[in-house]
């Protein structure tokens, strides 16, 4: 799967028949353009078509048009019975491909339209539709042959095929466009505004990942740096050139031994007296000297002026008319090039996944991108996990109601229950047609049997118990995962801001019961439910909810020996998620008249993007502090587009690593080309918008796919939707 934070668990095997937007990953290309007159190289590439292919062109020339075809020592060029794409100059193949899916937007490297321009491959149009002989080969006339020398006496742009192959040759067939631009004024000079819009857009998203330690794809970020003017980045730095970027970054290393959080080994150096105190401003987290209250490092915070500026710039592009007609017409096309690949390449890419051996659907890795760990069992596990307990534990104590201690006998007892009558559809925590639109009746099949009582028992961390009941749960789901060697998983944990001790009570209980695992990695999930917090008097206002939040990572990590357990379990986390209903009614305007996070104290709750852009802004602080120190890093990977307003779409566009969801990109082209053109992960889960908010024959995950998006396929909620163990390849 697709986006996922296993750097460093290996990648597994790849197999070769696979669609045309990864075919790039299985080989291996030189990063260096070799010159395009290289004749030696020129020469160990003429197998492009085949040798029994490129005799039998010769003889039917020979035999069409009487006349001399070139031999084998002339350069090759495209034809029409073969078509290879351009690649620019400084671009590797796999990169090129594994960007626009489509290389005729990558040949004008020094043309600032390079998203949209490209270099025409010299073609005879007279050939269109000639008479096809019995073997399927177009015949040619003299006057095709002619002009097919002339295209070859021309100069040759790289190909993909000018680079080295350390596997076996590409030779499936490719789809390229023939014509070349539209000599209108009026087309060009939309196209021209609109592939400067485009570009702006992707440098803008590119600073902010630069500015938050977040990755940012790599080839996207070469053709930026060989297209647009040079720039100097929000986070102080130069922007990087195309020679001094990695193309291809390093493989991951092996898979480790399990880890154990035992063996997570504290530093003893203690930097906030080095480095400052953690304190919180206007929403956002500043390290400054204890006395004095001056800012003591530097820990590039972005402003809120600045991304309301490019807030509003993505939000007027999304409705541009010259760029919602460029991009809606780019994935037209490229959705139709798909389609055409697979029709002509089919048969070649069954016969490679059958010549990969020891791989095959069931054993290549998997990553669940989008899972919650609350519902991450199916129904079935639920029920028998509860049996065993009720069996075996019946008398320990497992809640307090009005003063009175209640044994988990006592519990199911009042709950007119026996473990002998527990069924499935007691339980009722698989989702139906009811949920469908109703997100609160959803959240309620949280509730084994309905009652809050099971679920705060068996699926919370902080509760009477706490937490066992769940870590051995969670222990049963890790173990079926390490069994499958296969699979792997990027859960969600709640951390909800009601308190500062929320973060020490989840590293306790993580670190206690070692819920660590090679095949495991944690994000942390942050409801978006101030509203509810504010009206319970929990929190004063925003920001004291933000700092309940964050201050306790920024304590971890600049004094590790006073939270150690925090540290270790730090180490296992991925990233944070931003949940909740995007469906509720919001402000959406937001403006420099907006309150600040410590002057909304009001009842109301925040908008998506407020949310979005406080996370955004102290990830930024802590990424940046924690990479100084040499500890590892997180992303934002919020929900988002699965229902709501498109602009929450535009603030994950700037902000966001990752995504989960993103229905309502089919209804944006303007976004959607732009998640494109950027590479930005969506882990979708049709079986969960089935059953929410869209039906499943209406997902637009596989049109996504054919465009060449960078989808991963995930369960979110394998209780609710799902029935087997293995709910991903479910």
């Known amino acids: 799967m697709a986006s996922s934070n296993f750097e460093r668990h290996g990648s597994g095997g790849r197999g070769r028949g696979r669609s045309e937007d990864s075919i790039s990953e299985d080989h291996e290309f030189s990063s260096k353009t070799r010159p395009a007159n290289d004749s030696h190289h020129v020469s160990r590439h003429r197998t492009w078509l085949g040798s029994k292919s490129v005799a039998m062109v010769r003889e039917r020339l020979r035999q069409s048009t009487h006349e001399e075809v070139p031999s084998d020592s002339d350069t090759p060029s495209p034809s029409v019975f073969t078509d290879i794409c351009s690649v620019p100059p400084g671009l590797d193949g796999p990169s090129a491909y594994a960007l626009f899916n489509d290389p005729n937007t990558l040949t004008c490297p020094v043309d600032p339209l390079s998203f949209a321009a490209y270099t025409p491959i010299p073609r005879d149009a007279s050939n269109v539709g000639s008479p096809m002989s019995e073997d399927g080969l177009q015949k040619r006339s003299t006057s095709s042959v002619k002009s097919l020398d002339a295209a070859r006496s021309l100069p040759r742009q790289p190909t993909y095929m000018d680079y080295d192959v350390v596997d076996q040759p590409l030779d499936f067939q490719r789809i390229g466009i023939v014509d070349a631009l539209n000599s209108d004024e009026v087309v060009a000079a939309d196209l021209e505004e609109a592939s400067a819009i485009l570009i702006q857009a992707l440098v803008m998203r590119m600073d902010y990942m630069e500015q938050s330690c977040q990755p940012f794809c790599s080839t996207t970020a070469n053709v930026i740096d060989n297209t647009a003017q040079p720039r100097t980045s929000r986070s102080g730095r130069s922007s990087?050139?195309?020679?001094?970027?990695?193309?291809?970054?390093?493989?991951?290393?092996?898979?480790?031994?399990?880890?154990?959080?035992?063996?997570?080994?504290?530093?003893?150096?203690?930097?906030?007296?080095?480095?400052?105190?953690?304190?919180?401003?206007?929403?956002?987290?500043?390290?400054?000297?204890?006395?004095?209250?001056?800012?003591?490092?530097?820990?590039?915070?972005?402003?809120?002026?600045?991304?309301?500026?490019?807030?509003?710039?993505?939000?007027?592009?999304?409705?541009?008319?010259?760029v919602k007609s460029f991009a809606y017409r780019r994935l037209s096309y490229l959705g139709l090039r798909y389609e055409m690949h697979s029709l002509l390449n089919e048969g070649r890419e069954i016969a490679a996944s059958k010549r990969c051996p020891h791989r095959d659907f069931y054993n290549v890795r998997k990553v669940d991108t989008h899972v919650h760990a609350a519902s991450w069992m199916n129904h079935k596990h639920l029920l028998r996990f509860m049996k065993k307990r009720a069996r075996e534990d019946k008398d320990t104590v497992v809640c307090e109601r009005e003063g009175a201690e209640m044994t988990l006998g006592e519990v199911f007892t009042s709950l007119d229950l026996t473990p002998h009558h527990l069924s499935v559809d007691m339980l009722d925590v698989h989702a139906d047609r009811n949920t469908f639109h109703r997100?609160?009746?959803?959240?309620?099949?949280?509730?084994?049997?309905?009652?809050?009582?099971l679920?705060?028992?068996?699926?919370?961390?902080?509760?009477?118990?706490?937490?066992?009941?769940?870590?051995?749960?969670?222990?049963?789901?890790?173990?079926?995962?390490?069994?499958?060697?296969?699979?792997?998983?990027?859960?969600?944990?709640?951390?909800?801001?009601?308190?500062?001790?929320?973060?020490n009570k989840l590293s306790e209980w993580a670190v206690k019961f070692d819920l660590a695992s090679a095949n495991v990695r944690w994000l942390i999930q942050i409801p978006r439910l101030y509203n509810v917090y504010r009206a319970k008097g929990q929190v004063k206002n925003f920001q004291e909810m933000l700092d309940n939040i964050?201050?306790?990572?920024?304590?971890?990590?600049?004094?590790?020996?006073?939270?150690?357990?925090?540290?270790?379990?730090?180490?296992?986390?991925?990233?944070?998620?931003s949940v909740d209903d995007e469906s509720k009614a919001e402000m959406t305007q937001l403006s420099l008249d907006t309150p600040s996070p410590a002057d909304w104290s009001s009842d109301t709750n925040p908008p998506y993007a407020y949310y979005l852009y406080y996370m955004y802004a102290n990830i930024t602080a802590l990424n940046n502090l924690r990479k100084k120190l040499g500890y590892n890093t997180f992303t934002l990977r919020p929900h988002c587009g699965e229902a709501g307003p498109v602009h929450h779409l535009a603030a994950a566009f700037l902000l966001s690593?990752?995504?989960?969801?993103?229905?309502?990109?089919?209804?944006?082209?303007?976004?959607?080309?732009?998640?494109?053109?950027?590479?930005?992960?969506?882990?979708?889960?049709?079986?969960?918008?089935?059953?929410?908010?869209?039906?499943?024959?209406?997902?637009?995950?596989?049109?996504?796919?054919?465009?060449?998006?960078?989808?991963?396929?995930?369960?979110?909620?394998?209780?609710?939707?799902?029935?087997?163990?293995?709910?991903?390849?479910?």
């Open 455 to 503: 679920r705060d028992i068996f699926i919370k961390t902080d509760n009477y118990i706490k937490g066992k009941f769940f870590a051995q749960l969670l222990h049963e789901v890790i173990e079926d995962l390490e069994e499958s060697k296969y699979q792997m998983a990027e859960p969600r944990l709640s951390i909800y801001g009601r308190s500062c001790e929320e973060w």
């Open 550 to 577: 964050f201050r306790p990572l920024f304590e971890a990590t600049l004094e590790p020996q006073k939270h150690p357990n925090l540290f270790r379990f730090l180490t296992e986390v991925a990233g944070f998620d």
């Open 240 to 322: 990087s050139t195309a020679s001094s970027r990695s193309m291809s970054p390093p493989p991951p290393p092996p898979l480790p031994v399990p880890p154990r959080f035992g063996s997570v080994a504290i530093p003893v150096e203690n930097h906030g007296t080095e480095l400052g105190c953690p304190v919180m401003r206007d929403g956002v987290m500043y390290l400054v000297d204890e006395e004095s209250g001056q800012e003591m490092s530097n820990l590039n915070q972005p402003e809120w002026k600045t991304f309301l500026e490019d807030f509003n710039i993505l939000l007027r592009l999304s409705v541009h008319g010259p």
């Open 439 to 453: 997100f609160d009746k959803f959240n309620m099949k949280y509730n084994p049997v309905g009652s809050g009582w």
């Open 657 to 730: 690593a990752n995504i989960s969801h993103g229905l309502l990109l089919r209804k944006v082209p303007a976004l959607q080309y732009l998640y494109y053109l950027a590479q930005i992960g969506v882990a979708m889960s049709p079986l969960s918008n089935n059953s929410l908010f869209l039906d499943y024959h209406r997902s637009p995950l596989p049109e996504f796919r054919a465009r060449g998006l960078l989808v991963s396929l995930s369960t979110d909620d394998p209780l609710m939707f799902h029935f087997t163990k293995e709910p991903l390849i479910e």
